[in-house]
């Protein structure tokens, strides 16, 4: 909300404080003071009267000026076009310092020139604030503007400095500036004193005609009042310079009072032209359906839900949002229908954001206005209104509903206030306090009770009133110490250190961490890889591209890799760990995403290809680091996934379970996604956190020499690799000890030299005894035993 | 005493023929002739029967003498050889140093991993949980939980992506402590310390300050006796983990509806030590996080008595604490994944 020095100067004595001071003080308080405005700028400033004024010789626009600085006159050339002989003007004297910089004496073209004529826009005044007249030209005061004069901007009522307090929204309270003035008052302790006008609209006054109705159970409150006599014209100067702060264009005096009684009071008001309105029976409604053209001249669509201010069954207004063009107050206005309502601010709201209608009003219904300020509000308005514009003729007030206020009263306790906070305030300072932010203190020994003022409907418990107490006695009272409590244990839990030791694992072999956005496309959808079912759409997503929480994390990688990709980057491997969701249902995946080379230095003809073995054995690696491996895990042939190719893709298992999919990318979605050459891999983490993992086991290490055989053969083309070492790890069998240590495969040929449908296989197969060295014999004999069996099992032919 | 000088001039040209040898081979040859047995020195040896028996001691001392020695010199003379081949072995070995080494391609946790790690670290040191929760949450424990009530003004300040009128993606990790504050209830505990790190969505534009999807990490502390100063505490121990052990915090009043007093959390500024600069836009602070002590309808909502237990809670935006310790400027940079950005977070701090 925006507050100005001379609308807090109306209600308490600020003359001592800078602005900046009050800024930061009600800043500390609560209140964030985001920017502090002065409506204009300038030094060295003074009124003038232009003498003469001359063409300049040498120039066709310029003007060669004499003007009376009262004490002298100084020779100014200027260059407005409406500058005249006989104006009173603003001269900024040589030194003046200006928004635009500094004035020098000089010589233009020739001509010398001690000053420059100003025009407001030159002084910092906001341009929007201007008529044209004074936009286009420098400003002329009137005639009776006095010739030097030190301070112009303050003739002029431009002298006002304006805080722009960000409101927290339990303190909407203060976008009424009487509730702002109490406030700060009670922060910069100073006496505080609102004009007194309690009572005015309920004088006694003519018996009404006005019928007021409301046919809404969205409107608890209406009042209503005619002023049979006004005088529409200027406002005085104090009113038009406090809603030029406050942003308010001014009107007329009957506009201009409406508008200053909402600011003051946060209550919006309507006045009507009664003579324009058909009838004088007002019926507040809803459940209309209707279009209605306002006040801004739009047309708008009614709904049912929208509270509509109506005469003779047809809307006069958007009731809380915006009056109609038909009954508005116009120059030839003689009487008026005052209307101070309360309506539902959830309706108000709804209404305001359908229509696209922020108005000064909707937004302070919206905010919620506090429950006396309809009366105080209509009571402002008849004062103001007889003063200043003459009104006679008042009716009696016609009421309908009730504010259903109760003033609060509680009582609170200082020792506990002090141990919440962790302070040592004394009952003295506490009371000052309280007292300050009017909320009647009466000390009962250590208790307060306390009265509550209408505004502060945010203050309800305790907790409020010693929030009230630190905000005011300041922060830097408090200390900083430490909870004291029994000693917790703090750990992460196996889910989290899961996540963390992927991380490390896969960050360490060259894996680079990625996040992205839950949110994907139907399309994103449609790719998930280990997908949980029933994807979950938002109601109103803000794109096709953010519509759906992500069913799986591998298409979302894939758009990453797709950036760096179109960026030049070969070498990619990403992973990502996250939650992924369908309906009811929630998993924790990790995906990883690869391409180019994993380890590459190409002057020493290293290249780890970023392939399916290595993600297959990557894959294997984290299951082995957290205590996965061996029989439990199984591979099997994927064909089913259509996001990869289906003659290089694999499920992996653990036990029964489906525990992750491996696999080239399908050259369709490859095309889809823009992205070239990627493997890619997607792990359900519940599979592992559900299942038991191995622990670290020691084992004896065999004192005997290991011997290495190299084996190789011919199979059909269609044999596994694995189906081979599984069939050599069941026959290396020594009196019931298994001696094969390892099987590795070095060399899988097809091709020329080979007969068409067969593949040469070669192993290199370690055995080893823990309980004898293997004797030359024995060595042989198991050679033997795993190639008849491979035989027999495989078709496996030795190689010559 | 001929066969004397004979010896003499045997052993001279001996020497001189070992010090000239050049490989083993010959060398070896060298040994044959001097310490075999037919040579020079043997050849001597035949004409020792000439010499009376009083001479024949002497001379025979001689020639083991001779022959000792020689044979001393053809072992040095052989290691000396093999040194020198070896030299040349490994001269020829010689590699260029200025070559590049081969740097194993590592890689790094993303820049809000990093920083989350970091704020879990510290807070399981201080004795806390890490807690998580849905990001499909309901409308309970994000706003009704959290004494945000439906129809109230509050709900404007988080525009919230609904899946439907019950559930949405939660707006804040307050969802979570919700859920904590209910847990620990349930199972006849006083006693809370846990952090909520995780995904929150709004329904933000994106663009350099804005993200529709961010990380927060909540913190939140119930007991007998805990207080707004022991929030502080905890607070700036934080500040001077994350920022530098100079750092400072102030409170500054605030409002958020599940806490009460609330206070918005300003750090000093670690770039200008508090002297004012662009970072903190001249004001010497920067505004980190928002905090509080639990209102008693959010304990009440969860089954605790406010009159006896107590608590704070405190948010931290961990983007936030990103941008600021890195002095990154665009909050979408997180969520493109640029792999020149992500690899700018490859060091140990």
């Known amino acids: 909300m925006l507050i100005s020095r001379k609308w807090l100067s109306q209600y308490m004595d600020i003359s001592d404080l800078s602005i900046t001071e009050i800024a930061d003080r009600i800043t500390a308080a609560g209140l964030e003071v985001e920017g502090i405005e002065k409506m204009s700028e300038g030094t060295h400033l003074t009124i003038g009267e232009v003498l003469s004024c001359e063409d300049h010789p040498d120039s066709d626009h310029l003007h060669v000026c004499q003007v009376n600085l009262g004490d002298r006159a100084e020779q100014i050339v200027c260059g407005a076009p409406n500058v005249a002989a006989g104006q009173r003007v603003i001269v900024a004297q040589v030194g003046a310092k200006l928004p635009g910089g500094e004035i020098k004496a000089g010589v233009i073209r020739g001509q010398a020139s001690n000053g420059m004529i100003c025009s407001l826009a030159e002084l910092g005044v906001d341009p929007h604030s201007l008529s044209e007249e004074s936009k286009n030209g420098i400003e002329v005061l009137p005639h009776d503007a006095p010739i030097g004069h030190k301070d112009p901007l303050a003739y002029l009522g431009l002298d006002d400095e304006i805080l722009d307090v960000g409101l927290t929204p339990n303190r909407n309270d203060c976008m009424a500036a009487w509730a702002m003035a109490m406030e700060t008052g009670a922060i910069l302790n100073r006496e505080v004193k609102l004009p007194q006008c309690k009572g005015a609209a309920m004088q006694k006054g003519n018996p009404t005609e006005l019928q007021v109705a409301s046919e809404s159970d969205k409107c608890p409150l209406f009042m209503g009042k005619v002023i049979n006599h006004v005088t529409i014209k200027e406002s005085p100067k104090w009113m038009k310079e406090l809603l030029a702060a406050a942003g308010v264009k001014s009107i007329n005096n009957v506009v201009d009072i409406s508008n200053i009684v909402m600011l003051e009071t946060g209550q919006p008001m309507h006045f009507y032209d009664k003579d324009a309105l058909p009838s004088l029976e007002i019926t507040v409604k809803d459940h209309m359906k209707t279009t209605y053209t306002a006040l801004d001249g739009v047309t708008y669509e009614i709904e049912p839900e929208d509270i509509m201010i109506t005469n003779q069954g047809k809307p006069i207004g958007i009731a809380g949002i915006m009056g109609g063009n038909d009954s508005k107050i116009e120059d030839t206005t003689k009487a008026i229908v005052l209307e101070a309502a309360i309506f539902h601010h959830v309706s108000i709201r709804n209404t305001a954001r359908r229509l696209n209608l922020n108005t000064d009003a909707s937004v302070r219904y919206q905010k919620g206005i506090e429950p006396l300020a309809t009366y105080k509000a209509m009571d402002r308005a008849v004062a103001l209104l007889l003063e200043y514009a003459d009104a006679s003729g008042l009716e009696d007030t016609v009421i309908i509903g009730s504010n259903h206020y109760e003033p609060i009263s509680i009582t609170v306790n200082l020792p506990r206030i002090n141990h919440l906070l962790g302070t040592d305030f004394s009952m003295p300072e506490v009371l000052d306090v309280l007292q300050r932010l009017s909320l009647e203190p009466v000390q009962n020994e250590q208790n307060i009770t306390l009265t509550i003022p209408s505004y502060r409907q945010d203050l309800r418990i305790e907790a409020d009133i010693a929030e009230e107490l630190i905000r005011i006695i300041g922060y830097d009272r408090l200390n900083a110490t430490l909870p004291t409590m029994p000693a917790t244990m703090g750990a992460l839990d196996a889910r989290q250190q899961l996540r963390r030791r992927f991380r490390q694992v896969l960050s360490d072999n060259g894996y680079q961490e990625a996040i992205t956005y839950t949110l994907v496309s139907d399309q994103m959808i449609e790719d998930a890889v280990m997908a949980l079912p029933d994807p979950i759409h938002l109601a109103a997503p803000m794109s096709e591209d953010r519509k759906t929480v992500r069913t799986g994390i591998l298409p979302s990688l894939l758009g990453s890799i797709a950036y760096n990709q179109n960026r030049s980057v070969k070498d990619i491997a990403l992973f990502e760990i996250s939650n992924v969701y369908g309906n009811n249902q929630m998993e924790e995946h990790l995906a990883i995403a690869i391409s180019g080379s994993l380890q590459k230095s190409r002057w020493q003809g290293i290249d780890v290809p970023a392939d399916f073995y290595a993600m297959k054995g990557m894959l294997e690696l984290l299951c082995e680091r957290v205590g996965f491996s061996g029989k439990r895990l199984t591979w099997k042939v994927n064909s089913k996934e259509v996001m990869f190719h289906p003659y290089q893709s694999a499920a992996l298992y653990l036990g029964k379970e489906l525990l992750a999919i491996l696999g080239t990318i399908h050259p369709a979605a490859a095309k889809r996604y823009g992205v070239s050459n990627v493997v890619m891999a997607e792990i359900n983490l519940e599979v592992l956190l559900k299942n038991k993992a191995a622990k670290v086991k020691y084992q004896l290490m065999s004192k005997y020499p290991a011997v290495n055989q190299d084996l190789a053969f011919v199979v059909a083309e269609d044999v596994k690799v694995g189906d081979i070492m599984a069939c050599i790890e069941r026959h290396g069998k020594l009196e019931k000890e298994n001696i094969i240590q390892q099987i590795e495969v070095f060399d899988v040929y097809t091709g020329e030299h080979m007969e068409k449908g067969f593949k040469s296989i070669a192993l290199s197969v370690c055995f080893q005894s823990s309980v004898k060295t293997l004797s030359e014999k024995e060595i042989m004999q198991m050679r033997e035993t795993i190639l008849t069996s491979l035989k027999e099992e495989v078709g496996a032919k030795l190689r010559s | ?349």
């Open chain 2, 1 to 349: 005493m001929k066969t004397m000088e004979n010896l003499s001039t045997i052993r001279k040209e001996a020497v001189e023929k070992i010090k000239a040898c050049k490989d083993n081979g010959a060398l070896n040859q060298l040994r044959i002739l001097y310490l075999g047995k037919k040579g020079p020195i043997q050849e001597v040896m035949k004409t020792m029967k000439d010499l009376s028996k009083e001479e024949r001691p002497a001379f025979g001392a001689k020639i083991n003498e001779i022959k000792q020695e020689l044979s001393a010199l053809i072992e040095d003379r052989r290691t000396l050889l093999a040194e020198k081949e070896m030299a040349e072995q490994m001269e020829q070995e010689k590699l260029d140093i200025t070559l590049s080494g081969f740097v194993p391609n590592v890689g790094n946790l993303h820049p809000l991993t990093i920083v989350q790690q970091e704020l879990e670290d510290l807070f399981v040191g201080l004795g806390y949980s890490v807690a998580e929760g849905p990001e499909v949450e309901c409308d309970l424990y994000n706003f009704e939980r959290a004494n945000i009530p439906k129809d109230h003004p509050a709900r404007d300040m988080q525009d919230t992506f609904f899946i439907n009128v019950e559930e949405l993606l939660r707006t804040h990790t307050t969802a979570v402590q919700m859920r904590q504050l209910e847990k620990y209830h349930e199972e006849g505990k006083e006693l809370i310390k846990v952090i909520c790190p995780g995904k929150v969505y709004r329904r933000d534009d994106d663009d350099a300050t804005h993200s529709h999807q961010f990380m927060q990490c909540e913190g939140l502390v119930i007991g007998k006796d805990i207080q707004l100063s022991d929030l502080k505490g905890t607070l700036d121990f934080m500040a001077k983990k994350m920022f530098g052990e100079s750092r400072v915090i102030r409170f500054r009043p605030s409002y958020f509806q599940f806490t009460e007093p609330s206070v918005e959390v300003d750090v000093s500024c670690h770039i200008c030590g508090g002297k004012g600069c662009s970072v903190c836009k001249g004001t010497g602070w920067i505004e980190i996080l928002g905090a509080g002590m639990v209102h008693p309808n959010v304990l009440e909502m969860a089954g605790y008595d406010p009159n006896v237990v107590s608590g704070f809670a405190f948010g931290v935006g961990i983007e936030r604490v990103a941008m600021l310790k890195y002095g990154i400027d665009d909050i979408r940079n997180f969520y493109t994944n640029d792999l020149r950005f992500l690899k700018m977070f490859n060091r140990f701090e």
